[in-house]
């Protein structure tokens, strides 16, 4: 069964990908940034499905009216994480690119059934944690808004008396928190960020996240102990690297226990299979966005990816350029860039998804993405658990139909006695 979202801060469509596998059907998509929106519409005009039902938007959300979207399933968005990282100064509330409000603004509006939000680990962090609190009490009271002149530690004080002791007539969310290792979904990259699902609190939901489908100790089970990824990729002896000294008790441990349970994580080599090497700059890529930059070098803090492991987390950059992460280590100490199209794997995107733009467009585009599987896997939750409450309405509506009719019949024919 099609549920609808509207999506905020769409950027270059990781999440409605996501979002879309799992289920879900756009009313809208709505994103600022020109070249964003030129990637959406250049895979909309290819006919690239879903992206060709999305109706896109290329507003500011803050100009937006979300009242013309009543009756919506799901409200998603990943609001600019740059007021959040480090490598955005993290000024939080006092930047101006904090697009967190509106979010809450829409949830205000709207009230829809369910919400998810994605964004940066720096908000769990240091001087932003009391502020990511204020962001996850504004979600369970959207209602109580902050007065004309109220700093927001003051709003926070008051919405925190409020989760002591909360009125019975209250309009409320249940909020759920939870950091997510992409590679522990299928995903060839460690990237790790907060997702926050929340759900109106009458409709007593139950959420849990997802569990994780892969592991580190099924890799490295898989090249240290079985041997069977090495086999898999044609590796032979010679070719293979050194088993990193950092795992060995690691290892060891694994040769004791037995195989894990769950899938290995996927790596670099894993994702890449199929693609042929990079297109030199001067040539037409045969693969859309598989073109060699030069100029690739690692530096302190910032080491390239080693081919047989996942890859570091893709990286936008404070303006646009990558850093070390960006850039991958073969077996014999060789580096280079990531080729977009490589980048893209990494975030799961599909082989037919285009991306425009100059390079630091595109390397933000690819950096601020949300990996597509992994947006799947919790977008099927939240997806089943709407279906799920439908079905409980129905029940209850045919339930009361079938008291009804009882009742009725009860009435207008007497029973006969013999």
Not at 174 to 180: G, I, K, S
Request: net charge positive.
């Amino acid at each position: 069964m099609i549920k609808t979202s509207l999506e905020l801060f769409t950027g270059a469509g990781g999440l409605a990908l996501g979002l879309s596998r799992a289920g879900f059907s756009h009313v809208a998509v709505i994103e600022r940034d020109p070249a964003a929106c030129q990637t959406i519409r250049h895979n909309q005009k290819a006919r690239i499905q879903p992206v060709a039902e999305w109706p896109l938007r290329e507003e500011d959300v803050s100009s937006i009216d979300f009242k013309t979207y009543k009756s919506i399933d799901l409200l998603a968005g990943g609001p600019p994480c740059q007021p959040f990282a480090i490598s955005g100064k993290r000024r939080a509330h006092s930047d101006d690119r904090n697009m967190f409000p509106d979010m809450i603004r829409a949830v205000r509006e709207l009230q829809p059934p369910a919400v998810l939000i994605e964004n940066v680990t720096g908000l769990l962090r240091g001087r932003l944690e009391r502020y990511f609190e204020y962001l996850l009490l504004q979600l369970r009271f959207p209602t109580v808004e902050k007065k004309s002149r109220e700093k927001w530690p003051s709003h926070l004080v008051r919405l925190r008396c409020l989760s002591h002791r909360t009125p019975k007539d209250a309009f409320t969310y249940d909020v759920n928190d939870r950091v997510l290792q992409a590679a522990d979904f299928g995903v060839p990259q460690r990237r790790e960020r907060v997702f926050i699902v929340a759900f109106r609190a009458d409709m007593e939901v139950g959420w849990k996240f997802p569990s994780a489908t892969h592991s580190l100790d099924a890799l490295l089970w898989d090249q240290w102990v079985s041997g069977d990824y090495w086999k898999r990729h044609s590796v032979p002896q010679r070719l293979r690297p050194e088993m990193p000294p950092s795992y060995a008790r690691r290892i060891a441990e694994l040769k004791k226990n037995g195989t894990p349970e769950l899938l290995p994580w996927r790596t670099i080599r894993d994702a890449l299979v199929g693609l042929p090497l990079p297109t030199p700059r001067d040539q037409e890529p045969e693969t859309a966005n598989h073109i060699f930059v030069p100029g690739a070098r690692v530096y302190r803090s910032h080491t390239g990816s080693p081919l047989d492991m996942p890859s570091k987390t893709l990286k936008a950059g404070a303006h646009g350029v990558p850093g070390g992460e960006n850039i991958l280590v073969t077996p014999d100490g060789a580096i280079r860039y990531f080729t977009i199209r490589e980048c893209a794997r990494l975030q799961t995107f599909p082989d037919d998804y285009a991306f425009l733009g100059t390079w630091k467009s595109l390397v933000r585009q690819i950096g601020n993405a949300v990996p597509v599987t992994l947006v799947e896997q919790v977008g099927r939750k939240i997806h089943h658990h709407l279906i799920q409450r439908d079905a409980g309405d129905v029940a209850l509506e045919l339930g009361g139909a079938a008291l009804t009719s009882r009742h009725i019949d009860n009435d207008a024919v007497p029973l006969r006695v013999h």
